[in-house]
């Protein structure tokens, strides 16, 4: 049981409310990871109706508005985001099967076809030769070719560990370009208008997609794809939810090595990641920026939160939005603490 | 909970089958897993003490993580952390999948000269004391292992030990880096070369890794080892391209995650190839779980360092080492570990790979120049007296 509320007073009222077709984009580094705040996301979105009783009576609690999340995450796996919302006392398996949680896997399967399909085709003996020198003549291999096969049948048990998530739905690149990302859309779409579909019209749909960048640097301008077409990809998808919550790498060879006065080499993979974080921030109603201490590593403190006004904030009155910066520290057991500076 | 348990089923003679039906259920079946102490999930050991020591209270590496170990300057100090993970992997009798390199290296892994904790105890008699507190889990290990050799006959007893020899339950080995590893596991590695395509170099390097796991027994335990990755006398050109690297260690992060209690991976890379500034870099530190960085210091500094840097009876540390990021520690949030931000010194010795808190040493030959200095620049203490 974590001693702390799993939603600090602090930033509830940023997480509670995104305003119709708002973005939200959280920027991490390499030693200031995001999956925390994508968890408190998710915890501020799905906990009010899962566990109303438990939860008290907070501000939150007064509009209502149930919410569905769709979270599409390229970098890490189901078992992860179950876990570690376990440990919030949020119970995403029971959420998924009551429809409420939908998670679209860009782990598993993006670049690799699916183990089953490519179990058939592995030219297993053709490279793998044993120590044993003058191994590797072509004589093993009809010998491991029915072994293989023989093998297949008894692996039942071995299959990789999938049938807990086997029923989400695995998103697939293939061939390059926009056709590839097009059908990528297209699957996340689908989730998103089944959920609609479902919901009641108060229900608010909730997108979150975990390190979208990954698409982008792992295909690139090699196959077609640069930061203006990742940029309207993301359009594309956010006509389809309520919010959406992007992470986004912001480390400092991804941003800054893209200017034009820093000697050195720039990649693309700089540039296009540069082109599209900004532009990206620039379509944000709030950004959210996660980030180490400038002064060195501290016991009780694990980063810095900044909280800060896209571009496309609009002033509107109706929703508030304080810039703050915070200091914030993950204990041990997953309990979160934020706090100003020079409190405690 | 399970550690106590066990402690108490084998030290003492009575209520052993309940103690030991008890027991056998959450503890692996594999050799050289052991849960974490942090939050019980399994472990391996890196074939370092001092390195699993520093893996953020998981005192090993978490199962179905990567830990890539970069290095600065033209100096080898990974690949000794290397080969010992791959020879830690080889006498816990675990899988070997060594990529890219010919099986010469396999043959130059270092020799067993024992377990970690008979090392670690012949060096605290030296000086006895509670100073080894990090290794208070080591010396009960210790104690556990000769419980079993005291004890055999009951042999439900031997199987929760899980086998026979008294090396068995040791977690971690120490290895001698001017010995050979004879050992029956060692033709048991795999290697994996790298084959020219026009397609993903690492595209044969998955399949065949894939098709290794799926045919496989469930219990076995695999270590992919890759030296000096994208080092150019081994890969093509092709292969520091962003769309087939970062899309190798995506599909990699994939594969670990399918099988996540029966893998680990340790990957170096040479930063003076490929400087941590740039962009692929930072997409591949941020796709692996673990991030090392190595920085010897420079061939002139031992002799500065012999000057005073430790006493006499330590080894002058030959570098520094960065903990950019730690498995499990940093996908949660990150921060809260007493090692991260530590300046840590690693020596090298012929026996261990050991990681130390760095400390400058007191500046011994340094007086002549501080008194050189007071006159001029430094004003003294009393003529800053009012």
Redesign the interface.
Known sequence: MPSQPPLPPLLTPYLSDQPESSLTVISSVLGATSNWLVLRYLHASLSNTANSNISPESDGSIGSTSRRVVLVSFMRSWDFWKTEAKRLGLDLARLRDKRQFVFVDGLSELFTPPASASSSTVPIGSATHATLPLRNRPTPVPGRGPLAAGSLDRSAPNRPVQGDASNSVKLHFRGRGITALDAIEKDIISELDRQRASSDENEELLLIIDQLDLLLAATGPGLGIGATEMADWVMGLQQHAHATVLTIAADSPLIHNAATNVHGDRTPIETEHAALALGLAHRARTVMQLRMLETGAARDVSGVLRISRGGGWNGEAKHSLDEKELLYYIQRDGGLRVFGRGES | MSFRKRNVGLSTGADRSAAVSSQSAPIEPSPGIRPSP?DGRPTTSTGAPSLDNLLAGHAGLPMGKTILIEENGTTDFAGALLRYYAAEGVVQEQKIHVVGVP?QW?RSLPGLIGTAESLEEKRSDRRKDEKMKIAWRYERLGEFGAGVAGSRDPPSQITAAGGESEAKPAFCHAFDLTKRLTHAG????????L?PSKDSPFA?I???L?????????NTIHRIVMPTLLNPTLYPPSAS???HV??FF??L???M????TRVTAMITIPLSLFP????????I???CDG?IELCPFPHSADTVATSGAATSVEEPPQGMLKT??LPVL???????D?N???DWAFTLSRRRFEIKPFSLPPAEGDTEAQDAAAPGGMPKKSDLEF
Request: charged content about 20%; aromatic content about 4%.
């Open positions: 942090d099986e396999g060692i033709s048991n590695m795999s290697f994996i070369p084959v044969a998955l399949n065949e894939r098709g290794a796991l799926l045919s496989s027994p469930a391209q962003p769309e970062l899309q995506h599909s992060k994939a594969l995650s399918a099988y996540p941590r500034s740039s962009g692929l870099i930072r997409w530190e941020l796709l991030v950019h990021k940093h996908e949660r949030g990150g921060g809260s007493q991260v931000g530590q």
